[in-house]
Structures are given as structure tokens and as C-alpha cells.
């Protein structure tokens, strides 16, 4: 007789559910990549949002166009130190210094262009260019302090960064001109755009395509594997290490990445007014750029948006107030100083109570709330 053999079958082995950190990792060769799609989505709102600030900067008056190419110069800012702060886990407090330096390296470029009787339309995206290049290399002086540091150290770091940098332009009177500052012509908008264009709107356009420009970066790094690596940095440093992440590599990149939008915001700040002063990046610009990005959302480059727009919001309300209101004129010029300050270190305890992921995360809580109780089809 011959035994009939009995096949038995074994189960499929459960698939293994990959563990958070090596879902942010990754995966390996021949691994389908989606930054295509994801660039030509970015691309696509990026042109959207440009061509709707367009059209409104057509409604607006020149005062109006200046506070919309102030918006944009603290955009550039704003985005990259949210990649710093909220994406890779350092806190910076010089980033108004960084802000400085851009600013600076705009203006000494323009004098020298001017003083040499050199024009031409490629004169301001070479400076621009070159503020970004100035900073990013201090970004990396300074990055590689603050690969060695943690916590309350790289923060008291960045701080004295703040105060060295205007005190620079205070000694070297013979390059910065002191506390007087530097002059540089101003940006006229191209003859085609006709002799009545405003020149309000031709410099928000300037910082409109900066700040864009930031954001399509910045939104592309952080679906980027480097902006993965980032965030398993920023959550746990040893599993980040043991996966195969240079850790103070990432950490030093990310300070070069921040530094450079930093500088190039301090380069549209000053062709804005045409101007560059030592007060106008004092230490307080830090800590406010500090708040903006905590009260519109850690970690969220719509965040930053809402940061930027608080930015300038703030700034312009004391003299909002004075304008409105009959004061004293001691009075006014401690409101000058203090006011803002004040106001944002309130709306701060208030967001932080209220809203703690800010104000992005409580808008994208209220939409979550909002389709879960909306009736099903």
C-alpha cells in the first residue's frame, strides 16, 4: 500500500509593520520615488498663490504693497527657521543677526555696483545671491558650534550671534557707517511696466518671488529623505545614529539651510527701504521671529505664513494706535517700543493655553472636527 501524503500548509507570516523611525528613513534601491509628483504639486500652488498676490497687489495702495513685500521678506525668514526649529529640534535666538547679515551684504554689494557706475537688471539678484551665499557660510561657522551643543548652551550660543553682529557695524565705522547706517539706490520697476507703474507694487513683486521661491524649497526639503532625517533627529538622536543618520551632519546642514533663507529675507528687508541700520535687527527681531513661529505653528510652513503676517501686524500697530489716538508724545514713543513686544508675548500665553500646536494645528483640529461631523453621503 502506498501512504498518501498529506500537504500542509503553512500561513503567510503576518506582515511586519515598520516601526516609526524607519518609516521616516529611506527605503532601499529601486524604492518608486514620489518627489516628481510632489515637486509639480508644489510648483502648481506656488504659481497659484503668486498669481493671486499679483491681482491683489494690483487693488492696493503703495503703502498697503510695502506691508505685502514685508510679509514676504519675513516669510523667507520665517520658513526656514521653521525647518531649524520645528523640523530638526535646535533653537536658534540669532537669527536676526543672520538677518543682518544678508542685509549688510546687500547693501555693501549695491554701493559698490553704484560707485563703479555698473547697471543693469541682473545688479539685485547677484546681490541676493551673494547675501544668501554670506550667511549660509556663517549659518555653518555657527552649525558647527551648535552640532556640539543641547538645550539652554546652543540657545546662549545664537544669543551672544545677536548681539555680536550689530556691534560689528557699531566698530567697523569705516565699512558700516555706525549706527547711521548704509544707503544704497533704490529698485525702479522696468520701463515696459510703464512711467505711473508703482514702485510699491514692482518691490512686492521682488519679495513675492523670494518668498516663493523659499517656500517651493522649503516645502520639497521637508518630503525630501534630508528632511526625514531631520525629523528622526529631532524625535530621538541614538535611534536616528544607529539607523545610519550622521546626526551632527544633519544638524549642521539644517542650520546652513535656515541661515540662508535668513539672509536672503535680510536682503529684501533692505531693498525695501534702501536702507540698512543696526536697530533694525536688534534682539527683539529675534525673539519676536521666536514667537511668530511658535504662535502659527511649529514645524508647519503654513505656519510660518501665519507667522510672518503676525510679524508685520504687530509691527505696525503702535503707530496704528498713535494715528487713531491723541497721546501724550512720551507716551507715544514708549508705545513705539514696548507695545509690540507686549501684544505678541501676550498673544503668545493665549495661543500657547488655548491652541498649543498654534495656529495652524488648531485650524487643521477644527477642519478634522468639523468632516467628522458632517452627515456621510
Not at 78 to 87: D, E, F, H, R
Not at 348 to 372: D, E, K, T
Request: net charge positive; charged share 10%; aromatic share 6%.
Amino acid at each position: 500500500m502506498t501512504a498518501t501524503r498529506t500537504d500542509v500548509s503553512t500561513p503567510d507570516p503576518q506582515p511586519t509593520r515598520p516601526s516609526p523611525l524607519r518609516r521616516l528613513l529611506p527605503g532601499p534601491p529601486g524604492t518608486p520615488a514620489t518627489g516628481g509628483s510632489t515637486l509639480l504639486r508644489h510648483l502648481v500652488l506656488a504659481v497659484l498663490a503668486g498669481t493671486v498676490v499679483v491681482l491683489v497687489t494690483n487693488q492696493l495702495e503703495p503703502y498697503q504693497n510695502l506691508q505685502v513685500a514685508r510679509v514676504c521678506a519675513f516669510l523667507c525668514v520665517t520658513a526656514g527657521y521653521t525647518v531649524l526649529v520645528g523640523l530638526n529640534g535646535q533653537l536658534s535666538l540669532g537669527h536676526g543677526a543672520l538677518m543682518a547679515t544678508g542685509a549688510y551684504t546687500v547693501a555693501l554689494t549695491q554701493q559698490a555696483f553704484d560707485e563703479r557706475a555698473v547697471q543693469g537688471r541682473w545688479i539685485l539678484p547677484l546681490s541676493l545671491l551673494l547675501a544668501v551665499a554670506v550667511t549660509a557660510v556663517v549659518g555653518l561657522v555657527i552649525g558647527l558650534a551648535a552640532a556640539r551643543l543641547r538645550g539652554p548652551y546652543l540657545a546662549g550660543v545664537t544669543l551672544a550671534v545677536a548681539t555680536l553682529v550689530p556691534a560689528i557695524t557699531t566698530i567697523f565705522t569705516d565699512v558700516f557707517n555706525g549706527e547711521q547706517g548704509l544707503r544704497f539706490p533704490t529698485e525702479t520697476p522696468p520701463a515696459f511696466l510703464g512711467a505711473y507703474f508703482q514702485p510699491e507694487r514692482w518691490l512686492a513683486w521682488i519679495a513675492l518671488v523670494a518668498a516663493l521661491l523659499t517656500m517651493l524649497l522649503m516645502a520639497n526639503l521637508v518630503r525630501s529623505r534630508f528632511g526625514r532625517s531631520l525629523r528622526a533627529v529631532r524625535d530621538d538622536e541614538v535611534a536616528a545614529r544607529l539607523s545610519g543618520i550622521h546626526v551632527a551632519g544633519s544638524q549642521v546642514l539644517a542650520f546652513v539651510v535656515s541661515a540662508a533663507c535668513a539672509g536672503l529675507g535680510g536682503g529684501v528687508y533692505a531693498v525695501l527701504t534702501a536702507t540698512v541700520a543696526p536697530g533694525k535687527f536688534a534682539l527683539d527681531l529675534s525673539l519676536f521671529l521666536l514667537m511668530a513661529i511658535v504662535i502659527g505653528g511649529l514645524g508647519s510652513l503654513v505656519g510660518a505664513v501665519w507667522g510672518a503676517i503676525l510679524l508685520v501686524a504687530l509691527q505696525d500697530l503702535p503707530s496704528l494706535i498713535t494715528e487713531t489716538f491723541t497721546l501724550p508724545s512720551d507716551l507715544a514713543q514708549r508705545l513705539e517700543g514696548n507695545l509690540a513686544l507686549a501684544v505678541f508675548g501676550l498673544i503668545l500665553i493665549v495661543v500657547m493655553l488655548v491652541a498649543p500646536v498654534g495656529l495652524q494645528g488648531a485650524a487643521r483640529s477644527l477642519a478634522a472636527r468639523l468632516r467628522r461631523r458632517a452627515p456621510s453621503r
